[in-house]
């Protein structure tokens, strides 16, 4: 082969190289964003009606989510729940056999059991927390209890432990709680949006796959009988 078409053939691979690492890099790093809708008047609690015409699917909760120009809204078009299931009338769900679990159990045992595995499943879940945490929050909750008394504690614990909490987690949290003291009730509007890196999640993920802890976790897992 000539140098000329080495050359070629060296930029054009060259080429391709690079627009599969843009394109790589593209989708790790462009952010997705999410904003949840919740509306719950206090009428649907009251008569177990868990549904309000106050969003486009016709449910309490309304999700949209966007990434690189394209939006999606779950359940706003699909129709998989009115599809009839194509089992036919005499199949059956084969369940595992009472050795198969007992075995699946010894060896979720046996991992949980590696040292370190744990506090190493725990650390992943934090910075899972962490990198998934919404960015803002605002809206309003209702609620009252039976008893007077019942309400006064938990508007304690929400004013003492939950919204402090929240507070840290999430950057912008406005979240206004209305005790009924009158009344048992729950009612809420509430906004979230979250905006989501694909990077964030599959950086501690990898790392957990990757790390010896778990690797050490899955010998044992395997060799448990």
């Known amino acids: 082969m000539s ?12 080429v391709a190289v690079g627009g599969i690492a843009i394109i790589a ?13 919740a509306d719950l008047p206090a009428a649907a609690v009251e008569r177990r009606a868990f549904v309000t015409t106050s969003t486009p699917t ?3 909760v309304h999700v949209t989510i966007r990434w690189l120009g394209f ?3 779950p359940g706003h078009t699909s129709d998989h729940a009115a599809r009839p299931s194509r089992a036919g009338p005499h199949s059956h769900t ?6 198969s679990r007992g075995r699946g159990w010894r060896r979720l045992r046996a991992a949980f059991m590696a040292p370190g595995f744990g506090r190493r499943l725990v650390r992943l879940g934090l910075d899972l927390v962490r990198a998934l945490a919404p960015r803002s929050v605002s809206g309003w909750i209702r609620l009252g209890a039976s008893d007077p008394a019942d309400t006064g504690i938990m508007l304690a614990l929400w004013l003492s432990a939950v919204q402090p909490l929240m507070r840290q987690r999430v950057s912008a949290w406005h979240v206004r709680v209305e005790p009924d003291f009158l009344a048992p009730s729950f009612a809420t509007s509430l906004r979230a949006t ?27 897992a395997l060799r448990a009988h």
């Open 194 to 220: 979250w905006v989501v890196r694909p990077s964030a999640v599959l950086t501690p993920v990898v790392a957990f796959v990757l790390s010896p802890i778990t690797w050490r976790a899955g010998v044992l």
């Open 58 to 60: 016709g449910s309490p």
């Open 25 to 37: 890099a593209t989708l790790l790093v462009a952010p997705i964003h999410v904003v949840l809708d």
């Open 94 to 99: 084969t369940r595992p056999s009472r050795t």
């Open 3 to 14: 140098p000329v078409w080495l050359s070629a053939w060296t930029a054009c691979l060259l």
């Open 71 to 73: 939006e999606w809204q």
